[in-house]
């Protein structure tokens, strides 16, 4: 006779600033992207918008330090072409003083291990490849479309598949592609960890997901979804409270979140399982 019993999974990740967050697992703290400065150590990303804001607009929170002692490895979506917010000179000091392992597309692999970071770059193409006794796979990131596309560094986003904790997916960078769709629709990540930015230069559109993206894209996916990219950086407009006002007027309150900076969220899903 078959008997049904339940296993409960479990992970917490910690919004940091920006698109840097920890996932703290049961036996690993995996920091991503990196952005470690002081607040206005770093250069405006808007010039003619008569604010001239020097970047990231805020501290990062009380008890980082505490936390970026817990990390044991360390995930880049993206790092070239001046894209300090995902990994400043602050976060590179950070990383290389540690020689904490750098997860990284093959890519970006030469560009940090010359900056003397301990590099453990993902074979180039597709699948998923051995990470923390599960998988982890790339899923191509598109920052920004038409000129100011061309321009950008479009790196990679994470998916995660780790033993005993929810499936996650970090998307990186992206606007809403059909890829990123795909990825959402055929495997259902437990907890998406998305752009709500709708970062935009001077000049051309947005070159990450904005609120109506995380909605659409929430609406595909049957888990949690966490924006981020939220409130730090000087071409970032929409705020905590737009993204879950939408939220809750679209009937998505339960599963958007977009946490402070500092703020732990907890994650729990539940598994059946069948035993003869």
Do not use: W
């Not at 730090?232 to 939220?247: E, G, I, K, M, Y």
């Amino acid at each position: 006779m078959a008997c049904r019993h339940y296993r409960n999974f479990t992970v917490q990740i910690t919004q940091l600033r920006n698109a840097t967050i920890i996932v703290h697992t049961r036996h690993h703290h995996v920091l991503v992207d990196p952005m470690l400065a002081p607040r206005g150590a770093l250069p405006p990303l808007r010039v003619f918008d008569g604010k001239r804001q020097r970047n990231p607009l805020v501290d990062l929170p009380e008890g980082t330090e505490a936390l970026l002692d817990q990390v044991t490895h360390c995930l880049i979506t993206h790092c070239q072409k001046g894209h300090f917010d995902h990994l400043d000179r602050a976060g590179k000091r950070f990383l290389r003083e540690r020689q904490i392992p750098i997860i990284c597309s093959a890519h970006d692999a030469r560009y940090l291990r010359s900056r003397g970071l301990n590099v453990q770059p993902l074979p180039a193409g597709a699948g998923p490849h051995p990470f923390l006794g599960g998988s982890i796979e790339t899923v191509v990131c598109t920052h920004g479309r038409g000129l100011v596309g061309a321009l950008m560094e479009h790196g990679v986003g994470f998916f995660l598949d780790l033993p005993g904790e929810p499936t996650l997916y970090i998307s990186g960078d992206t606007v809403l592609t059909e890829q990123v769709r795909s990825v959402v629709i055929a495997r259902q990540p437990a907890i998406c960890v998305v752009p709500a930015g709708g970062a935009r230069f001077d000049l051309g559109g947005e070159i990450i997901m904005g609120p109506p993206d995380v909605i659409a894209l929430a609406r595909l996916a049957r888990g949690t979804v966490m924006a981020n990219h939220l409130e730090a950086l000087s071409h970032c407009a929409p705020t905590r409270a737009q993204v879950l006002a939408l939220a809750q007027a679209n009937a998505l309150g339960g599963r958007i979140l977009a946490p402070a900076d500092g703020q732990t969220l907890h994650f729990n899903t539940v598994e059946a399982c069948h035993a003869a």
